[in-house]
């Protein structure tokens, strides 16, 4: 789902039929401004997202930003004024925290995990363990912190796991299917393999036809060999359980990238809030 769509569907959800506690209050030409105040360090992300819902509720609202996306913050920092219609700054006030924070956590941790291995070759990748319909919107995050993106989707690369090997009856039957649906489709997907030991990189490398292994729960001793045995013919990937306490040892076996699902399915939001200014 596109952004837009995204933000649209998140406000529906939240309004309903109207903000009836705003509606009910607060004069309808009220005017008022309102500040995103920082209560937690971390890494600033969301911004954009923001000004996009601040415009669907109200395009006549100004937003005035002091720092972007990417941005170390720390408590006290103050983001972005927002001044038009005090109804609708509250309208659009907890979709642009829950989008800011979720999001800020998420670059956060991936600026964390970056920064670990940001002397070496290494780099680091997400999945797809995201929040459902928010995944445009959490890759954006990783990007935000320094990450890279794996596939958005099922729909823009090929990668054969465990599963498809063991349904297809072997890793030379998954990737020949795999040509032959590639060719009569018309398609041209990159295509990654997952391997669960040494014996199945060997089989791998004897078949060819991918363009990147993918080296699942391999210990470091077995990881290193697997590189060695691969030696660069086609890229590697570090896969399963990689947190901030392993995740510069799996770098420095040599592989070109580690994916970390926690990056976006095990994150604490950052504490951000948007306060009135009287």
């Known amino acids: 789902m596109q952004i837009d769509q995204v933000i649209i569907e998140a406000l529906r959800e939240d309004i309903g039929d109207g903000d009836h506690t705003s509606l009910s209050t607060i004069p309808d030409n009220a005017i008022g401004k309102a500040k995103l105040l920082v209560k937690e360090s971390g890494i600033l992300a ?5 000004r996009k819902v601040f415009f669907y509720v109200d395009p006549e609202i100004v ?37 800011m924070q979720r999001m800020s956590g998420i670059a956060t941790q991936t600026k964390k995990m970056a920064d670990l291995i940001i002397d070496l070759p290494t780099r680091i990748l997400d999945t797809r363990k995201t929040t459902p319909v928010l995944r445009e919107v959490e890759k954006m995050a990783v990007r935000i912190g320094g990450g890279f993106n794996h596939r958005f989707g099922l729909y823009d690369m090929i990668l054969i796991k465990d599963n498809h090997v063991d349904f297809a009856g072997g890793i030379n039957n998954a990737i020949k299917a795999t040509h032959h649906y590639l060719y009569r489709k018309g398609l041209k997907l990159k295509i990654e393999i997952e ?8 089989e791998v490398l004897t078949i060819g036809g991918v363009d990147r292994i993918m080296l699942d729960n391999f210990s470091f001793e077995e990881l290193k060999s697997a590189v060695k045995m ?4 086609f890229e590697t990937e570090a896969s399963g359980g990689i947190n901030e306490a392993t995740i510069r040892a799996y770098s420095e076996c040599g592989v070109d990238f580690v994916s970390v699902g926690a990056l976006t ?12 200014i009287k």
Not at 46 to 50: C, K, N, Q, T, V
Not at 86 to 93: D, I, M, R
């Open 46 to 50: 969301g911004l954009e997202i923001a």
């Open 63 to 99: 937003l005035t930003s002091f720092i972007e996306d990417g941005a170390q913050i720390k408590k006290g920092d103050i983001v972005f004024e927002v001044q038009g219609r005090s109804v609708s700054l509250l309208t659009a006030e907890r979709t642009v925290l829950n989008f």
């Open 195 to 202: 391997t669960r030991n040494l014996d199945e990189v060997a």
């Open 230 to 233: 691969i030696g660069g013919r």
């Open 265 to 276: 399915h095990q994150i604490k939001s950052l504490d951000l809030s948007l306060k009135a």
